[in-house]
C-alpha cells in the first residue's frame, strides 16, 4: 500500500501557484519522495525528488519539511494542462501508485 | 526526447485469446517495467524485469502473463488466455539502473477483452 497521505481533490485558479501538499509521516531515513502526475488516459509522468533538501526544476518545486513526515509540490504559475491526478510516492525500491490528488485548474 | 512507445494504441480481443502487448523502452535504460490501470482504479504494478528476468512481479501476475525481450529492443507483455476482466490501460515503464524510482512511461495500450 501507498505510505502517503493525499487530499482526493483540489482546485487552483489558472495562473496562480499550486501547492500540493503530501503526509508521509513513516517515512524512512533512506526513502526519497517522488512526484508523478498521469494527465487523463495518458502515462504517468515523473515530475521530481528529493530526499530532504527542497528541490527545483523546469515543472515544479518540492518543499520537504525538516522532520520529512510530509512536503509540498509547487507548480508556480498553473497552467490548463497541469489538470492532472499527481501522485505522492514514497519507496524506495518500487513506484506503488496510490489514490493522488485531482488537481483542477481552473480558467 | 527519448520516449517509450508502445503499440498497439488499443487492443480488441476476444475472451479466451491470447494477446501479446509490446515496449520498445529507452534505448540505454536496463529496467523494465509493466503496470495496469482499469478504469476508474489505480494505476498497479504487474511486473519489473532487469538482465532478462523478471526480479519482482505483483499478485495480479499470475501464470496467464509472461513478459518477454525478445531482441535487444523489444519488451513484450503475453497475456495466454484473456478475461474480461484484464480489459484495462497497459502501460510500459522503463528506468536507469541508477535511479530506479525515476520511471518513464509509454502512452499505454488500451485492451478490451469482449
Known amino acids: 500500500d501507498a505510505k502517503t497521505t493525499q487530499p482526493t481533490s483540489m482546485d487552483c485558479a489558472e495562473g496562480r501557484a499550486a501547492n500540493l501538499p503530501c503526509n508521509h509521516s513513516?517515512?524512512?531515513?533512506?526513502?526519497?519522495v517522488y512526484w508523478y502526475r498521469q494527465i487523463h488516459s495518458q502515462g504517468p509522468q515523473y515530475i521530481i525528488h528529493g530526499l530532504k533538501n527542497n528541490e527545483t526544476n523546469e515543472m515544479a518545486s518540492l518543499i520537504i519539511t525538516e522532520d520529512r513526515k510530509s512536503s509540498t509540490l509547487i507548480l508556480p504559475h498553473a497552467t490548463l494542462r497541469d489538470t492532472a491526478v499527481y501522485y505522492c510516492?514514497?519507496?524506495?525500491?518500487?513506484?506503488?501508485f496510490g489514490k493522488g490528488t485531482r488537481l483542477h485548474i481552473l480558467p | 526526447e527519448p520516449e517509450v512507445t508502445q503499440t498497439p494504441s488499443h487492443q480488441v480481443t476476444q475472451m479466451g485469446q491470447e494477446v501479446i502487448l509490446r515496449c520498445v523502452p529507452i534505448s540505454n535504460h536496463l529496467y523494465f517495467y509493466w503496470y495496469r490501470q482499469i478504469l476508474g482504479q489505480k494505476v498497479e504494478f504487474l511486473v519489473s524485469?532487469?538482465?532478462?528476468?523478471?526480479?519482482?512481479k505483483s499478485e495480479i501476475f499470475d501464470d496467464q502473463f509472461s513478459v518477454e525481450r525478445p531482441d535487444g529492443s523489444n519488451f513484450t507483455l503475453k497475456i495466454r488466455s484473456t478475461k474480461l476482466e484484464d480489459s484495462a490501460m497497459y502501460f510500459c515503464?522503463?528506468?536507469?539502473?541508477?535511479?530506479?524510482?525515476?520511471?518513464?512511461f509509454g502512452a499505454g495500450t488500451r485492451l478490451s477483452v469482449l
Open positions: 513513516t517515512i524512512s531515513g533512506n526513502e526519497y
Open positions: 515503464a522503463s528506468t536507469e539502473v541508477l535511479a530506479k524510482n525515476i520511471q518513464y
Open positions: 524485469f532487469y538482465n532478462n528476468e523478471i526480479s519482482e
Open positions: 510516492i514514497v519507496q524506495d525500491d518500487k513506484i506503488i
